[in-house]
């Protein structure tokens, strides 16, 4: 069912008012209020789908890396002819892999049914292996879909019934990924063996636990869009997401290249979607440019991955850095870790901190808690898609129930560690354009 004109017509009113009113404040004037707004109940991040040329080469890579075995798949052995989905999880991550087969494929077998091989092909060849797909788990997709189209929203594909009470919708969220919308009953959620969606298998592993480095879910999901505004006013017309945060260039930026960037988050905090845009006039292009540049256009630019210890993580995937897994960006000068002994240190033990600068973690804090955080180099060919592993402390409040919970982005997104990191980013760029450069003088 295609949203009536008058429908469409007011959203559009109503997100071109929401853009006329958007003007970032910098962060030390932003003042924080959660006004309760969301246009949808939305629960958590239920997945990250990335597009790809192979699945099964792309998430070896990711388990390996991340320690996240795979976990369901959709595939030729399961009669989907169509594509191959290949799930990984490490808690409460999901991340899912998707290629298309051939030209010929039947794609009435599907698992996704908004999967187009067509679209698949196009995408993977314009951006590489990217996020097509960031899943939100809402109380009911249609009614989230109907919701955000009403509010303005692109529609991408119109709300389906999946079987076992599971339904799917998206809508656009920026360039060429969709903001997906998940929803199944509670007790789905919670039935033993339940799969990840209709038409996936579940993947047992020989050895459970095995492969578990302690990443548990999805913090925050990153996207570069040429420009703020339009964007922000967009995503947070048809989702009704407050700000949670927002940095400018004089917040964040070096002598060299900057960005402005602004937070979206839902009402519990507990999904937020940070969108950057390239500041110009700068030395160096900025680094948000030249993401754009590579990628070929908007796009997720990172995702931060939450660890409940860190260190560990690290260890763990810093072992399997020349093996095949990630590799980190270079760490700060010693001297950056005075500064984490003068902000944390009433909270990391001098062991911790020495482990922080051993392994390369940035230190930040706000007025509410402390931020571990370390970003790898791209995880692709491209100079684009990269990762964020993050451990917040702090924040500890406890439900109606009694349940203990950490507020969402507790600790802040990192202000003091910006300038650092857009100094290792910038060093790796100049040593790619000075091998480019050996390589033209060579020729």
């Known amino acids: 069912m295609t949203p009536t004109p008058t429908a469409a017509a007011t959203g559009a009113a109503m997100a071109a008012a929401d853009q ?6 910098a962060n030390r004037k932003f003042v924080r209020v959660n006004p309760r707004s969301d246009r949808f109940p939305t629960l958590a991040v239920h997945h990250v789908e990335l597009w790809c040329a192979d699945a099964a080469s792309a998430a070896g890579r990711f388990a390996f890396g991340l ?27 999901a ?6 087969y051939a030209q010929a494929a039947d794609a009435a077998t599907a698992s996704l049914p908004s999967f187009s091989a067509a679209a698949a092909r196009r995408f993977a060849a314009d951006h590489g292996l990217a996020v097509r797909a960031v899943a939100l788990r809402v109380a009911d997709a249609e009614d989230a879909f109907r919701a955000s189209v009403a509010a303005g929203a692109r529609p991408a594909f119109e709300p389906v019934d999946l079987g076992l009470g599971f339904r799917l919708a ?19 959620a919670a039935a033993p063996g339940r799969p990840f969606l209709p038409g996936f298998e579940d993947v047992t592993s020989s050895a ?49 290249s900057g960005l402005n960037s602004v937070v979206l988050a839902n009402n519990s905090e507990t999904v937020l979607l940070p969108l950057n845009e390239p500041v110009h006039g700068t030395k160096r292009r900025s680094q948000i440019q030249t993401y ?34 990630f590799e980190f960006l270079e760490p700060p000068p010693p001297n950056y870790y005075d500064g984490v002994r003068r902000r944390a240190g009433d909270v990391l033990t001098e062991a911790q901190i020495k482990e922080c600068q051993e392994l390369g973690v940035l230190v930040d804090r706000d007025d509410q808690g402390v931020l571990l955080q370390i970003f790898t180099k791209p995880v692709g060919d491209r100079p684009t898609l990269f ?10 409040e406890k439900d109606k129930k009694g349940q203990e919970y950490q507020r969402g982005g507790c600790g802040g997104f ?23 450069a050996a390589a033209v003088q060579g020729s």
């Open 20 to 25: 006329a009113s958007f003007r970032l404040v």
């Open 67 to 93: 320690g996240a075995p795979l976990a369901a798949r959709s595939d030729l052995s399961t009669g989907n002819t169509a594509h191959a989905s290949l799930l990984l999880r490490s808690g409460a991550l």
């Open 95 to 100: 991340f899912l892999f998707t290629a298309p």
């Open 170 to 188: 998206e809508v656009e969220l920026y360039g060429d990924v969709v903001l997906r919308y998940v929803s199944y009953p509670d007790a789905a």
């Open 208 to 256: 459970p636990g095995a492969m578990d480095y302690g990443l548990r879910r999805f913090d925050h999901i990153v996207g570069n869009v040429p420009e703020l505004a339009p964007v922000a006013s967009y995503v947070a017309g048809f989702t009704g997401f407050h700000e949670f945060a927002e940095f400018t260039a004089e917040d964040v930026g070096t002598a060299e």
């Open 292 to 325: 754009l540049d590579h990628h070929g256009g908007p796009g997720v630019q990172h995702i931060a991955l939450a660890s409940d210890d860190v260190l560990r993580t690290l260890r763990e995937m810093r072992a399997r850095s020349a093996m095949g897994g």
């Open 387 to 396: 990762l964020e592993i993050i451990q917040r402390i702090g924040c500890m």
């Open 414 to 436: 990192g202000k003091g560690n910006f300038s650092q990191l857009f100094k290792s980013i910038e060093e790796y760029e100049k040593f790619l354009e000075a091998k480019q």
